[in-house]
């Protein structure tokens, strides 16, 4: 299973205290507590608050409808090209969401409005690198293409390097290691897991360190594949099941007679 990146604010000593205390909710998969906190009174702040709610039904299968009404007022606030290509991004990624959990077959609007901020947002600017990463996503999952995949991955990798942008280089690192493991590529797999763990530790992304933690289990031997899932489930339990698609991941085989 295949999920985003949001570029983090509040993430280093000296952001706003708002921007901690949205971050602090948000890495704790309190994306609603953090939403209400912004007041969506400029295509920014829209925005913002948009992303966090189509990251909760990416990770929980829920709030749908809140999400969408983000989403519009988002849109309805934009204005200059980078503000409606961020928007057609968040649309892109609300439409991938619902199709890759099934809710409703939305790959087409996903592809059009990824297109879209693909011809807002120009090379090199702040959220091309999540746009590329999410192009990726829709590579990966829907489209089924893994080069295609990799080569946007690698992309935003570099982008999010050139932007110093970690939490973004936690999912590159993450679903460039998958594809790798997929090939069978182990050391190349487990070096990216590791470094996707190393990140979300140290930034305290507590929602996304369960599923670091199960991707570097997939691709160590025993006993550590053991010790690593147990620690996965252990998180996965303390944030109240979220998020939904690990518990597939994390079930124990059945055992055999």
């Given at each position: ?16 205290p ?65 503000e ?44 091309r690198?999540?746009?590329?990463f ?18 946007a ?37 487990r ?12 930034l ?54």
């Amino acid at each position: 299973m295949a999920h985003t990146a949001m570029s983090g604010n509040g993430t280093t000593a000296g952001d706003d205290p708002l921007q901690t205390a949205v971050w602090r909710l948000r890495s704790r998969a309190c994306w609603a507590d953090a939403a209400a906190l912004i007041q969506p009174v400029t295509a920014p702040a829209a925005l913002q608050r948009a992303a966090l709610l189509v990251e909760r039904c990416l990770y929980t299968e829920q709030g749908w409808p809140e999400a969408e009404d983000a989403l519009r007022t988002a849109e309805a606030l934009a204005h200059s090209d980078e503000e409606r290509g961020a928007a057609a991004c968040e649309r892109g990624h609300l439409a991938y969401a619902s199709t890759l959990h099934g809710v409703r077959d939305r790959a087409d609007e996903a592809r059009a409005a990824l297109g879209r901020a693909a011809a807002l947002i120009p090379p090199g600017a702040p959220g091309r690198a999540l746009l590329d990463f999410r192009r990726g996503l829709l590579a990966e999952n829907l489209t089924r293409s893994p080069q295609s995949a990799r080569a946007a991955y690698r992309r935003a990798h570099a982008g999010a390097t050139a932007q110093s942008d970690p939490l973004l280089l936690s999912f590159t690192w993450r679903h460039l290691a998958g594809l790798a493991l997929r090939e069978g590529e182990l050391a190349e797999a487990r070096h990216g897991f590791a470094e996707s763990l190393r990140i979300r530790e140290e930034l305290g992304y507590l929602v996304g360190t369960a599923p670091a933690l199960a991707s570097l289990a997939d691709a160590e031997a025993e006993p550590e594949a053991s010790r690593l899932r147990e620690e996965a489930r252990r998180l996965y339990r303390l944030l109240g099941g979220v998020p939904t698609w690990l518990s597939r991941q994390l079930t124990p085989p059945a055992a055999t007679a």
